[in-house]
């Protein structure tokens, strides 16, 4: 009786294997793409709580399934990373990035990954962060006090002067890197548009935007060249910034990459980085702002360890500030939504997914389950700073920096980045908000629907 009913049970849950996730209801021509156009970054927690942990949906006549629950994050990002990869949504960043780290795949990807893991150890962070705290320190310096400012615009333009200087900082002049900025933001602005556009007009038409989005690739490529050219042939130096490291970088074969491939590694990690960073952080001084108790239980924190950062490895060594950190990325996770192609027919939990389609995890419906936390969508830090929370947390529940073997690995540059910014911000400014609320704007990452502005006030 026993087998007979094991049989059955295994039987049963074969057959509940073979069911797609359940259909969202839309329109019969157009499918859901109304619903995603109007509600933006809503329509995933609103078909979340109408159909549970799985959906599929479509856009016109294609059709591709959706996941929620930590456990198919899991699945799809770490256990079964082979079978879905990155795919055709990801074309629009080649134009920019060729086949580096963030676009490549398979093999290739592989020997990448394994040539620049020393880069973000230890040795290559310590690099890389004297040029953060360089560039940390002149960009403080300038900050103005008693206005309203554009809070989103300068931490974008702060990430983007890291970015640039972590690169290029011990040979690139002023002039050169405000170009080198300049063009750096028609390309991602350029690529951004396309990669969240239903239909692109081809690339090889002669409009305007396509001109000025080669000419602007082309004027940063040759002024890379023209470093990468310079540093070789006085190789054997110490490495000062992220070029330097990337000539040094070797596989197990000694071989060093190519002009070409250092090129792209150089556009992956300037569009990667720049970009969610300052997202999370025009979010993380609009959180703080509003809440002037947590502002001066950073701030004694920070006091208490006279506001010093000597080495990659102190990351952990003011933990309310990285508490903080972490909140900031549960509320506003950059990577908000994840895509990937199904190489074959596979399962994600219960359901079974199909060969060729797309699939999708979305991280910011997982982050805010209350499931998983209490008050999900209350800015609550100290949540982090509770052990038993965190060990009792379902292993997709929290990811900011995805997981898995794809998991990003510039995530401690990027930590470190906001960690020294903040130990010279709050040297000198508190800062104050008249913004009641700032909403989510969803397209490729997670921004704010309108700029943060934020008034600061000296100490």
Not at 64 to 71: E, I, S, V
Not at 285 to 299: F, S
Request: glycine share 6%.
């Amino acid at each position: 009786m026993t087998r007979v009913l094991s049989k059955l049970n295994i039987e049963f849950m074969n057959q509940t294997r073979l069911n797609s996730p359940p259909k969202a209801q839309g329109n019969l021509f157009l499918g859901n793409l109304f619903q995603m156009k109007d509600e933006g970054v809503h329509f995933y927690p609103r078909m979340a709580r109408l159909y549970g942990d799985a959906i599929t949906a479509r856009i016109g006549w294609k059709s591709f399934y959706l996941f929620f629950h930590p456990d198919h994050i899991k699945e799809v990002l770490q256990d079964k990373s082979d079978i879905y990869i990155k795919g055709d949504q990801y074309n629009q960043l080649r134009h920019l990035m060729g086949t580096g780290l963030l676009t490549s795949e398979g093999k290739d990807w592989e020997k990448q990954r394994r040539m620049l893991n020393p880069i973000f150890g230890k040795n290559g962070l310590d690099i890389l962060l004297v040029q953060i705290k360089k560039a940390s320190e002149q960009f403080v310096a300038r900050l103005e006090v008693e206005q309203e400012l554009d809070w989103s615009r300068k931490m974008f333009d702060f990430a983007l002067e890291v970015a640039v200087t972590s690169f290029f900082g011990s040979s690139l002049d002023p002039q050169k890197m405000d170009q080198m900025a300049h063009d750096m933001h028609i390309c991602m602005r350029f690529v951004s548009r396309r990669m969240t556009n239903l239909i692109n007009v081809p690339l090889n038409f002669p409009v305007q935007e396509h001109v000025e989005f080669k000419s602007a690739l082309k004027r940063v490529k040759t002024e890379i060249e023209k470093l990468y050219d310079n540093k070789v042939q006085n190789k054997g130096r110490d490495s000062k910034d992220m070029l330097d490291l990337l000539i040094a970088a070797e596989d197990e074969d000694k071989h060093n990459l190519s002009r070409e491939e250092v090129f792209d590694q150089v556009m992956s990690f300037l569009i990667a980085g720049h970009e969610t960073t300052a997202i999370t952080m025009s979010w993380f001084y609009y959180l703080l702002a509003k809440k002037p108790e947590y502002q001066e239980r950073l701030i004694k924190e920070l006091e208490s360890g006279d506001y010093k950062f000597e080495t990659s490895n102190e990351l952990g060594k003011y933990p309310f500030l990285e508490a903080i950190i972490n909140e900031t990325m549960r509320l506003y996770p950059a990577g908000w939504v994840i895509a990937r192609n199904i190489t074959e027919d596979n399962s994600v939990g219960q359901w079974n997914v199909k060969k060729g389609h797309v699939l999708a995890v979305c991280p910011y419906v997982a982050h805010r389950d209350p499931r998983w936390w209490n008050n999900p969508d209350d800015f609550m830090p100290e949540r982090f700073l509770d052990s038993e929370v965190m060990k009792n947390l379902p292993r997709g529940a929290f990811v900011p920096f995805s997981i898995g073997k794809r998991n990003c690995i510039g995530s401690r540059f990027s930590l470190m980045e906001i960690t020294v910014f903040a130990l010279e911000f709050f040297k000198h400014f508190k800062m104050t908000t008249m913004q009641k609320e700032v909403g989510v704007k969803g397209y490729v990452t997670l921004k704010t629907d309108r700029p943060v502005r934020l008034t600061l006030h000296k100490k």
